[in-house]
């Protein structure tokens, strides 16, 4: 009996269903959400099964990457510093949602094969993708912390410079993560393939290799990104976090555009209109986006959940930065003083009350709801110009479906 008893222990902390009904009456925008980024996932998985090669293996490196970062962040508590709304699936703890990790394919997946389709030179394609990924993550950072699909601490000084009530740092991670990610997926493959082209599949034990050192390796060299710009600038000298994501930007669209300019396309195909998963995908992503921004009422949303621990608002606790310093936020959520204009307790009778985690907090309405239409309307046509332009610069490189088009291998 005890033996069973354990199991059920763990199985329950290891995954937790929630009924679709009850996400409907209570955060319906959330399960709308969450359905969207399912289609979309099955549309990455489709199309990695139709092309194959290292495609096939770039997904799943995709998922055990997602997986590590998600893991490694609710483990270290310097980072632990975000809370997931309950979804219809949650993992480890209730922590993670199901649909985390088909966020990360529709973003880093979806980039990648775009970015494939550009023909710019291998090493530039790491930074198309990271700035690709924050595109695509735009729309969703900005309508997602609004509509509580996640709550932030309020704060660390890590996450207290917000865009939208978006952390700045959030597209910096985005961009380097995924930056960092692509790299080593394709430099692991030049290093121990050097005789094939950069999608070309050199075999399972190689691919295999790739695959691992890439979802392993993916987050610490996306670390080290925050070193060189964000640290220095931020933690020793309080420059704002948006001047750092701003040079960031501009350092990976310089490398982007050298190598776009030799990149090597297929002029017959550049100028056709083909729609196929990545592309279907892509249009649905900001559709739906542009959906949510014209439809949510951001104040009906009631969100029962795991939050930022509530309690005493005089105790802090220290923040080490790789640069040295040591910085301090508060250790809990003060109900009497806290910097979240995005939540409020208006439609619950029942207060957290001190150690609280689970418990109930409310969306607030739009400040200019004219002003988030007007801005997510604008990064959607952004995005999906950008990315259905990369579709459609060439084909898809070593592709079989090619071959006999473009004989590159």
């Known amino acids: 009996m005890a033996v069973q008893t354990s199991r059920e222990s763990f199985l329950d902390w290891f995954v937790r269903f929630r ?10 925008d959330y399960l709308k959400m969450e359905l969207s980024c399912f289609v979309c996932t099955f549309l990455t998985f489709i199309h990695a099964w139709r092309v194959g090669g290292r495609f ?53 997946y979806t980039a990648s094969v ?34 509580l699909f996640w709550t932030w601490h309020d704060t660390d000084p890590n996450i207290y410079d917000r865009h939208y009530w978006v952390p700045w740092t959030s597209y910096y991670f985005h961009a380097t993560f995924a930056c960092s990610f692509t790299a080593v997926f394709h ?28 979802s392993m390796l993916g987050f610490p060299l996306g670390v080290i990104q925050f070193i060189f710009i964000y640290h220095p600038l931020h933690d020793t000298y309080g420059i704002h976090t948006e001047v750092c994501v701003m040079l960031l930007v501009v350092v990976y669209g310089v490398i982007i555009w050298q190598g776009d300019r030799s990149a090597e396309r297929t002029a017959s195909h550049s100028k056709k209109w083909f729609l196929d998963e ?15 921004v014209f439809t949510s009422k951001p104040e009906n949303n009631v969100v029962v959940g795991l939050h930022e621990p509530v309690g005493p608002c005089n105790e802090t606790e220290p923040v080490m930065t790789p640069m040295g310093q040591v910085l301090t936020k508060k250790k809990y ?15 619950t009778d029942t207060l957290p009350k001190a150690g609280d985690k689970w418990y109930t907090i409310c969306g607030t309405p739009y400040e200019n709801h004219m002003e988030y239409i007007i ?17 459609q610069s060439g084909p898809l490189p070593w592709r079989q479906h090619h071959h006999r088009h473009t004989k590159q291998e």
């Not at 009924?19 to 319906?28: A, N, R, T, V």
């Open 56 to 108: 096939k293996y770039l997904w799943v490196a995709v998922i055990l990457h997602g997986l590590f970062v998600e893991a490694v962040s609710y483990w270290m508590p310097d980072i632990d510093s975000f809370w997931h709304a309950q979804g219809i699936v949650m993992f480890i703890g209730q922590r993670l949602p199901l649909y985390i990790i088909c966020i990360y394919l529709v973003f880093i």
């Open 187 to 214: 430099a692991s493959h030049k290093l121990l393939a050097p005789s094939k082209k950069t999608y070309q599949n050199a075999g399972v034990v190689i691919e295999t290799v790739c695959m691992l050192l890439a």
């Open 19 to 28: 009924s679709p009904s009850e996400i409907s009456k209570l955060h319906p």
């Open 375 to 391: 801005v997510v309307c604008g990064v959607c046509f952004l995005g999906l110009t950008w990315c259905l332009t990369l579709l």
């Open 278 to 292: 990545i592309m279907t995908e892509v249009i649905l992503h900001y559709t739906y986006f542009l959906y949510l």
């Open 333 to 347: 959520l003060c109900l009497d003083n806290y910097d979240e204009k995005i939540f409020d307790f208006h439609c």
């Open 114 to 147: 775009a970015v494939a389709h550009s023909g710019m030179k291998w090493w530039a394609q790491p930074f198309a993708v990271g700035l690709t990924v924050v595109m695509l993550d735009l729309p969703y950072d900005i309508l997602g912390i609004k509509n």
